[in-house]
């Protein structure tokens, strides 16, 4: 097994952030991709112009996942190709990968992740904080676990290699991201009880008991419905700033 070294390794994850820089309809982020395995493949093919040429080419195919799930098929074709796999079945995993890479990050992220941070920072500039406090917090908290996301991606991509399919199912990504969207639920609970407790009670002690009583009802709400939850989620938030305006409007 051949090893390029720790430096083409953090050179090839750091390169990953740039994935969806070349995006397009035929290769989508394809072309990132090859783009991030650059230095790994450098180091494998020195002084085979002819094999580097191939490699790249076949990373350079269509390749589609989430964002930051890729990170961890990048880790994976990286062990790959040092083991000297058969590039036919280094594509095949590929191909395996990418619709589960896909389907998890969105679920994880988009309707997990995200969303429960936007809602605890939203609760935060409600209970008082000033505007760039919570922009600062916002940013800090969904960034670190993007972050972490993709670290942890990489390093169990290089480790595993084609078998990331065993600690991918040890994590429990999709019970993950559902546990996110029900905390997303019950922040969305806690936000509109502070939306209405400020409406209606200023800052005096029913803002804290209607923001409580919001936060239970989401958290149990959450806890309710599972996989599910990103339905409620939506209707939610839409009732909530529905509710918010016509309090607004009327007080």
């Not at 991709?33 to 350079?60: I, K, N």
């Not at 095949?92 to 936007?118: E, H």
């Not at 994590?171 to 029900?182: H, N, W």
Request: aromatic fraction near 12%.
């Amino acid at each position: 097994m051949k090893n390029p070294g720790r430096r083409a390794h953090l050179s090839t994850f750091l390169r990953s952030f740039l994935i969806q820089a070349s995006w397009n309809n035929r290769t989508m982020i394809g072309g990132g991709f090859a783009f991030a395995m650059l230095p790994v493949l450098r180091r494998l093919h020195r002084g085979d112009p002819e094999g580097f040429r191939e490699a790249l080419q076949r990373h350079s195919e269509h390749f589609n996942a989430h964002p930051y799930m890729a990170d961890l098929a990048l880790g994976a074709a990286c062990r790959m190709e040092e083991e000297e796999r058969d590039p036919e079945e280094i594509r095949r995993f590929k191909l395996a990968v990418r619709g589960p890479l896909g389907s998890l990050g969105d679920a994880l992220i988009w309707v997990g992740w995200r969303p429960a941070t936007v809602l605890a920072a939203l609760v935060l500039a409600l209970a008082g904080a000033p505007p760039g406090a919570t922009v600062f917090f916002f940013l800090v908290l969904y960034n670190l676990g993007h972050l972490a996301l993709r670290a942890w991606g990489f390093r169990v991509g290089l480790e595993w290699g084609s078998q990331v399919g065993n600690p991918l199912r040890t994590v429990a990504l999709p019970k993950q991201a559902d546990r996110f969207a029900a905390v997303g639920v019950f922040l969305l609970g806690g936000l509109v009880g502070l939306a209405l407790g400020r409406s209606w009670a200023g800052d005096s002690w029913p803002l804290l008991l209607l923001g409580v009583t919001g936060g239970i009802w989401g958290f149990w709400l959450g806890s309710l419905v599972g996989q599910r939850v990103w339905r409620f989620t939506f209707w939610g938030i839409s009732g909530a700033i529905g509710l918010i305006f016509l309090v607004g409007w009327f007080g």
